[in-house]
């Protein structure tokens, strides 16, 4: 696709809109901005460098932006199911990246554990010498990362369902997804809208690339029109009875086993690996591993927790006996779950709010184990999260604001209790993303734990 001299609107300034900006303009296209607030004066001295107009979105000028466009860049979760008109016109971040990205790439998606599985898995590559790039819904926007394509070996990339939903091309050397449980509904209307958008990310790959999904999707892409050599992987030892033509992962018996022409083959012990993440999780990198085949080693255990996975059941510290952990990235129902189960013999008090994005959390409220002794909700939906507690007999209160909840669950918490923060819901009705909310649960940890200090 070529870009020189053609119109192309930016929708939304932010970290996709600014890359697309500085990429774009530095192939002669002509760019002008849409954005619904006032800019800030770096964003506006960032247009002015590269000659880009911005004007104010309103309904009315969203039409005549739409119009006179030849393409149109949007920013991530921007809703364009009302514009299908102008379909012919979107032009993704993903899409331009892989036509100009010549060098292995490696893209993860799914529901929950991207973020953790980008994360160790390139942290994996780089202790085996791997000159790896990390970028996409985990950080720096992918447009970024051509530039220095000529300085590394591959690309690890986490892609969202809202990345994904208007790709007509982009097709990586390996795609790992990781799960599929309902999400972002508000967003895709539907199930099967979230899971068409995930598919994306095999759709177009050719019989050269590779991809590693969960073993639950095998019967639900049987239909579909894919090339790429495929491999699944699936947590139960239930599948181990299965007679697959493709290469199968299961963890079995605390062990990571692959499952091929009737052979089995131990990949690793569980209880080797670093107990940072969750076996799942683990199941997922080593057979991506083993799928490069990139050898494992021992340098895996030297992993720095702390600096890697910063707000996924993030130990912040110990007081008066009393555990508290970060798990603000659980934006979802499974994450919640996962992140409980990880403390079945001591009592936890859960704090959980955030927004449900469409999604009906008292599945959640109802999954969560006897030893969640007592639920805080918090945030826009507190009061409705509260009902449903209340509605299964669920010890609860609610409020307003992170704060007031964490002020309240150190006076439920005893000597050997865990305050769990892991709300099941974005941040966005009280917070500005998942990091700032687990930085303010941090914050208040600290608090307490020097007005503890000051106490004695």
Not at 361 to 385: M, T, Y
Request: aromatic residues 8%.
């Amino acid at each position: 696709m070529e870009f020189k001299n053609k119109k192309i609107g930016i929708w939304g300034f932010g970290a996709v809109g600014k890359s697309a900006i500085v990429f774009l303009t530095n192939l002669g296209a002509t760019v002008k901005v849409i954005e619904k607030r006032i800019l800030e004066d770096e964003e506006k001295k960032l247009m002015d460098i590269h000659s880009v107009s911005y004007i104010k979105q309103t309904d009315e000028t969203i039409k005549n932006f739409l119009d006179e466009h030849d393409y149109i860049v949007a920013s991530p979760g921007i809703d364009l199911r009302q514009h299908t008109d102008y379909e012919h016109k979107w032009l993704t971040e993903l899409d331009i990246f892989g036509q100009f990205f010549q060098k292995p790439t490696i893209m993860v998606t799914g529901t929950v554990g991207k973020t953790s599985v980008v994360t160790l898995l390139s942290e994996i590559l780089k202790q085996q010498g791997k000159k790896v790039l990390v970028g996409g819904n985990i950080g720096t926007p992918m447009l970024d990362l051509i530039a220095h394509q000529d300085e590394c070996d591959l690309a690890v990339i986490e892609l969202s369902s809202f990345q994904l939903a208007y790709s007509k091309s982009c097709a990586s050397s390996l795609t790992i997804w990781t799960n599929l449980y309902p999400n972002h509904l508000d967003w895709h209307g539907t199930i099967k809208e979230y899971m068409s958008a995930k598919l994306k990310s095999i759709r177009f790959q050719c019989a050269n690339k590779q991809a590693l999904l969960p073993l639950v999707l095998r019967d639900f892409i049987k239909d579909e029109d894919i090339k790429s050599s495929l491999s699944f992987f699936s947590h139960t030892a239930i599948a181990h009875d299965l007679k697959l033509s493709e290469p199968l992962y299961i963890l079995e018996n605390n062990r990571i086993i692959k499952l091929l022409n009737d052979q089995k083959y131990e990949i690793a012990q569980i209880n080797s690996l670093p107990s940072i993440s969750f076996p799942q999780n683990w199941l997922i990198i080593l057979a991506t591993l083993d799928l490069l085949k990139a050898p494992i080693t021992s340098e895996i255990n030297e992993i720095d927790s702390k600096k890697l996975l910063e707000h996924r059941l993030e130990h912040v510290g110990n007081i008066n006996g009393i555990d508290f952990y970060n798990d603000s990235k659980a934006t979802v129902i499974q994450a919640t779950l996962s992140a409980v189960s990880s403390f079945r013999l001591r009592n936890v008090i859960l704090l959980l709010g955030g927004m449900s994005k469409g999604v009906n959390r008292s599945s959640l409220i109802k999954d969560l184990p006897a030893n969640v002794s007592h639920i805080i909700c918090f945030g826009k939906e507190a009061i409705e999260l509260y009902k449903q507690c209340a509605m299964m007999n669920r010890e609860a209160n609610c409020f307003s604001t992170l704060e007031e909840a964490y002020e309240y669950s150190l006076l439920k918490a005893k000597k050997g209790d865990v305050i769990l923060l892991s709300p099941g819901g974005t941040s966005y009705d009280l917070f500005p993303n998942y990091q700032a909310r687990g930085k303010r649960f941090k914050e208040l940890v600290l608090k307490y734990s020097q007005r503890n200090k000051n106490s004695k």
